[in-house]
């Protein structure tokens, strides 16, 4: 089925910046809903960002609104995390997750079917 896979995670200080990718194979993230989760080390899994393919629409956790910012390409079929101005609070293990028949953006892990390996952001003061 559906394998997702991230890329782009890595060690930036303070301020500083990072794109995640979120690759699909096995089929298109079409009529999906794709989000962005983040665990830190003792902390339970949390929403980031999502969007819906489909429509372009967009949905931000608290936390990140104003600095994140999330896309798709749909030739490339893959779904970005832009994230600026980094906070140490940012560091994390970042996962991609998607959920078919989507047409609003879930929040809750549960929600989403199909999830990816995470990559690892570290953010250093």
């Known amino acids: 089925q559906v394998q997702l896979v991230e890329s782009g995670g890595g060690l930036v200080q303070a301020g500083g910046s990072l794109r995640l990718s979120c690759a699909a194979s096995g089929r298109t993230f079409n009529n999906c809903a794709v989000g962005w989760f983040r665990q830190a080390p003792g902390k339970e899994r949390e929403f980031v960002a999502g969007i819906i393919w489909n429509t372009g629409t967009t949905y931000y956790a608290d936390s990140v609104k104003g600095r994140f910012t999330i896309s798709r390409d749909n030739a490339k079929n893959t779904v970005y995390l832009l994230m600026n101005s980094l906070k140490p609070e940012d560091t994390a293990v970042y996962y991609c997750?998607?959920?078919?028949?989507?047409?609003?953006?879930?929040?809750?892990?549960?929600?989403?079917?199909?999830w990816g390996q995470g990559t690892q952001v570290t953010v250093s003061s």
């Open positions: 997750a998607a959920d078919r028949g989507r047409w609003y953006i879930p929040t809750r892990r549960r929600d989403y079917e199909y």
